[in-house]
Every structure is written in C-alpha cells, then in structure tokens.
C-alpha cells in the first residue's frame, strides 16, 4: 500500500474483500475450512484488519466512515460464516444418517442362540419329574396376606414362626410371601380333595445377602391330600423325587417342626461323601385341614419344600447365591 491512501480507495477494498468473503464462504465445504476464512478474514493479521490499519492515513473526519463500513462487514462475515457452519453441519449429519440408516423392518441375518436361566431350567427338571408322578402345577399371586401367609397356615400372631420369615409388609395387612405355601390353601379353597400339586414360584424374606442367602429366591412347595395317606406315601414320594433329580444317592429323614405339618422332617441326601440337607417335609398338621372346613378323620395328606437356588447351587457346583441375579453373561453362558 502507497504511504497516502484515499478513502476511495479503502472503500474500494472493503467492497471487494465483501464480495470475495461472500463466495469463499459459499463455497466452503466442511467446518475446518470455515475456521480458516474465519482466521484470514477477521483475525489479528487478517485482511480486514490489514485494510483497517491503513485507516490511520485518512484524515480525521473521513475515518469514521471507513470504521463504520468496516463494522458492517465484519458483522456480515460472522453472519455468513455461521448459516453456513450450521448449512455444512447439517448437511453433515443428512449424510450420515443416509449412510448409517438401518431398516428396522428388515428380518434378522443372525439370531444369536439363547438357552434357559439355570434356575429356570431348574424348576422346569423338577416340575417335570413332579408332572411324571401326577402332580400338577398351581400358582398364585407373590403378595399375600397375613392370613394366607401365616394365619391358615397354623402361624398365629405372635408365634416363634414368624420370626424364621421376617418379610417384607405392604399397607393393611399385606405383605410379601415369604413361601409357597400359601398357593396350597388357595388351591383347597378353590379344589376339593383328592389333590396333588405342586407351586413354584418366587418368594421373599428379609435376609441379609451372603453367599447362601438372598431376599428374593425361589420355592417348590409340593402338597398331597388324599384318604388313607400316611408317611410311607411321603417318604416313597420324596425319595423318588430327590433319586431321580441326584441320581441314585442315600437318602435319609431327620425328626424336625414345622407349624403346618406334623410329624415333620428335614430331608438330606449323601452328596459327594457328606450329608447335605435338601428339603423339608411333613404330614398336614389337622389344624390346617380343620381350618379349610376339612374333616381330618377322614382326609390326610402331606407336604413338601424345597429351594430352587440350592438345588441349582448343589446341581451345578455354584458357589455363591448372588451370580444367579448378577446377569453376568460370563457366568450364565456356562450352563
């Protein structure tokens, strides 16, 4: 630039660097080359300071004019590169999502293969070998209440009972079930004798988790109510039952309490050289069937219980409750 300079002749450069900025700015194509016309249009050294640092050369009252140009161009250049970052950037994502669309109506190439939970494979064997021997399956809801829970059970309020199955409680007088066994009175209720079923499900307790105790977990109750049932009959059944789900291992019955069934066991079978307990059981206390409107001279009956979880454990060589519930696929892809 000559050392005098005219006002024309600033105005004569703005005009050209407005009209060179505007097809730059157009024809740029991604945000870094923005970034670029950004920095050499309006940065420290860019051109338009260039034009005005040669302002100073003007007399005084001419420059106000050239600044107040100056000004409407730089504001016309930061408009103009933000439509057209905004432009590029939106262009941007209309191809990618053209690149990446997937058709969510389109059948699957590859299914990968599923297999059942072990518990759930668990409670399918024993529900199965139960089925073979004439049982059928009775569910019912996972919120009781206290009188189906305990009450019709022979637990009263108060009774030591309750304290072995803490739960958790509901408003009024519900709760959480704390076994299946209250699947059992409804079915009576509902199903005069002779039956024989089974009711497996999910149930709750306050338990603290460890490596054998969890809050939630699950139960097969197994209940028999027919004339002339003795012990003979339960102990034949569970037998059977625990020969075909272990093989054939020693079985034995240790004298235990129950508050619904009397006499009542706890049944153990000899796992791999020791004597594991499995299971409880018992003949229908007459209190229970008195209860049900059930002459107890003339109906008898027994019942069985058993958790799902130690069964599994014991089946598979798990060693800690909690990697049933963890969905850690590590885990549940071995079975």
């Given at each position: 630039?000559?050392?005098?300079?005219?006002?024309?002749?600033?105005?004569?450069?703005?005009?050209?660097?407005?009209?060179?900025?505007?097809?730059?700015?157009?024809?740029?194509?991604?945000?870094?080359?923005?970034?670029?016309?950004?920095?050499?249009?309006?940065?420290?050294?860019?051109?338009?300071?260039?034009?005005?640092?040669?302002?100073?050369?003007?007399?005084?009252?001419?420059?106000?004019?050239?600044?107040?140009?100056?000004?409407?161009?730089?504001?016309?250049?930061?408009?103009?590169?933000?439509?057209?970052?905004?432009?590029?950037?939106?262009?941007?994502?209309?191809?990618?999502?053209?690149?990446?669309?997937?058709?969510?109506?389109?059948?699957?190439?590859?299914?990968?293969?599923?297999?059942?939970?072990?518990?759930?494979?668990?409670?399918?064997?024993?529900?199965?070998?139960?089925?073979?021997?004439?049982?059928?399956?009775?569910?019912?809801?996972?919120?009781?209440?206290?009188?189906?829970?305990?009450?019709?059970?022979?637990?009263?309020?108060?009774?030591?009972?309750?304290?072995?199955?803490?739960?958790?409680?509901?408003?009024?007088?519900?709760?959480?079930?704390t076994h299946t066994s209250p699947v059992q009175i409804r079915h009576l209720e509902a199903n005069p004798p002779p039956?024989?079923?089974?009711?497996?499900?999910?149930?709750?307790?306050?338990?603290?988790?460890?490596?054998?105790?969890?809050?939630?977990?699950?139960?097969?109750?197994?209940?028999?109510?027919?004339?002339?049932?003795?012990?003979?009959?339960?102990?034949?059944?569970?037998?059977?039952?625990?020969?075909?789900?272990?093989?054939?291992?020693?079985?034995?019955?240790?004298?235990?309490?129950?508050?619904?069934?009397?006499?009542?066991?706890?049944?153990?079978?000899?796992?791999?050289?020791?004597?594991?307990?499995?299971?409880?059981?018992?003949?229908?206390?007459?209190?229970?069937?008195?209860?049900?409107?059930?002459?107890?001279?003339?109906?008898?009956?027994?019942?069985?219980?058993?958790?799902?979880?130690?069964?599994?454990?014991?089946?598979?060589?798990?060693?800690?409750?909690?990697?049933?519930?963890?969905?850690d696929l590590r885990f549940l892809e071995q079975f």
């Open positions: 630039m000559s050392a005098t300079v005219s006002l024309q002749q600033l105005t004569d450069q703005l005009e050209h660097l407005e009209a060179e900025a505007a097809a730059a700015i157009a024809n740029a194509s991604d945000a870094a080359t923005l970034e670029e016309l950004r920095v050499g249009l309006l940065g420290k050294k860019g051109r338009l300071s260039g034009v005005l640092g040669a302002m100073g050369r003007l007399p005084g009252e001419e420059r106000p004019l050239v600044g107040q140009r100056a000004n409407r161009l730089k504001d016309q250049v930061q408009h103009l590169l933000g439509a057209r970052l905004e432009a590029v950037r939106n262009a941007a994502m209309v191809e990618r999502l053209e690149r990446e669309r997937i058709d969510v109506t389109a059948g699957c190439s590859y299914v990968p293969p599923g297999h059942r939970h072990p518990l759930q494979s668990t409670i399918e064997e024993i529900v199965d070998i139960f089925a073979g021997l004439g049982y059928r399956v009775s569910e019912g809801p996972e919120i009781e209440t206290d009188h189906y829970n305990f009450t019709a059970l022979n637990i009263p309020e108060h009774h030591p009972a309750r304290d072995m199955q803490d739960t958790f409680y509901l408003g009024g007088d519900r709760l959480l079930r039956v024989r079923v089974i009711a497996p499900g999910r149930v709750y307790r306050r338990d603290a988790v460890d490596a054998t105790h969890s809050p939630v977990f699950h139960q097969v109750e197994v209940l028999a109510l027919d004339e002339g049932l003795d012990f003979s009959h339960l102990r034949g059944t569970v037998t059977t039952f625990l020969q075909q789900f272990f093989g054939d291992l020693p079985v034995r019955f240790r004298a235990s309490y129950f508050p619904f069934t009397e006499p009542s066991a706890e049944v153990d079978v000899q796992w791999r050289g020791r004597w594991l307990e499995v299971m409880g059981c018992g003949m229908v206390d007459p209190a229970v069937l008195e209860g049900l409107g059930l002459d107890p001279e003339r109906w008898s009956g027994f019942a069985a219980g058993l958790g799902v979880e130690r069964f599994c454990m014991v089946r598979h060589g798990i060693d800690d409750i909690r990697r049933l519930f963890s969905s």
